[in-house]
């Protein structure tokens, strides 16, 4: 058992470091969402093993893999720019009137919606008069994308080219900045490889301070939640918390980018399987 739980340890090494690898394949994405469970399988091989080289090694090594996890879940400065609210409103919803006092209580500059299907869609009349501003993109029956806002828009929205991004450009106290919500599908092994690089070509165009907020469908540590953080210049929003409970698993999946970061709150399901998320967050 002593040999079992080095060499599990070992082999987690690998893992970890595979998980930085999405250069060279999707899959590695997929891997380091699994870096915590590497992390603590590593430790435990370093209290099994009786070298004290590799129990050396395998200490660090499993600290810091577990340290670069942790950092995520500690809470931040809220910022004093822009508050929004999100939601994976999920397709089926019939607690629109609770949503709608939800997000009104909120008292957020901005909305960003995913999954605005047929039935949830009377949010959009809903909230018509506290966020006159609506962008909506419509990439099926069952999952459209918005940001509403109080402030006017500064030129108009724009769609990517697969269901992954509905982005405008808003004026808030004579600042553009563009707001993105994110709805972004299941990372490898499911085929959504064109998202991905629909995501990646979108984000790249937009010019100025951008703020990213939605179902990003992978964690923070990720090989994608980097490429998106890079290329938008911006810090993710904290503390990250689990918005998704599947098979009894939380998993945290929605999260908000900001230049500057922020501060995020849970929200209720409110007739959701995800949590919202609000956040105050500094340009």
Not at 232 to 253: D, Q
Request: one cysteine or more; aromatic letters at 8%.
């Amino acid at each position: 058992m002593r040999i079992l739980l080095v060499f599990i340890a070992i082999l987690a090494t690998f893992g970890v470091l595979y998980g930085f690898a999405g250069v060279l394949h999707r899959s590695a994405d997929t891997v380091g969402m699994l870096r915590p469970v590497f992390a603590v399988a590593i430790l435990i091989g370093a209290l099994a093993t009786r070298r004290i080289g590799l129990r050396l090694y395998l200490g660090v090594f499993g600290l810091l893999a577990l340290i670069s996890v942790l950092l995520f879940l500690l809470p931040q400065a809220a910022g004093s720019d822009l508050r929004l609210y999100s939601k994976n409103l999920t397709a089926g919803n019939d607690q629109i009137a609770a949503l709608q006092s939800d997000i009104e209580a909120a008292n957020v500059d901005v909305v960003l919606l995913q999954e605005l299907s047929g039935s949830t869609a009377e949010l959009s009349t809903a909230l018509s008069t506290t966020f006159p501003h609506q962008h909506v993109c419509k990439f099926s029956e069952w999952s459209a994308m918005a940001v509403f806002s109080r402030h006017p828009f500064a030129q108009d929205g724009v769609c990517s080219s697969e269901r992954a991004l509905a982005a405008v450009q808003i004026t808030k106290d004579s600042q553009p900045v563009w707001v993105v919500s994110a709805h972004i599908p299941w990372p490898y092994p499911y085929e959504n490889e064109t998202a991905e690089i629909a995501t990646e070509d979108l984000l790249r165009t937009l010019d100025g301070p951008i703020v990213v907020a939605g179902d990003f469908n992978t964690f923070p540590w990720s090989g994608r939640f980097e490429r998106i953080r890079f290329i938008t210049k911006t810090k993710i929003a904290g503390p990250t918390r689990p918005t998704l409970t599947f098979k009894h698993v939380p998993l945290p999946l929605d999260h908000v980018l900001a230049p500057n970061g922020g501060s995020v709150e849970l929200r209720p399901l409110l007739g959701s399987d995800h949590h919202g998320l609000v956040a105050d967050v500094s340009f």
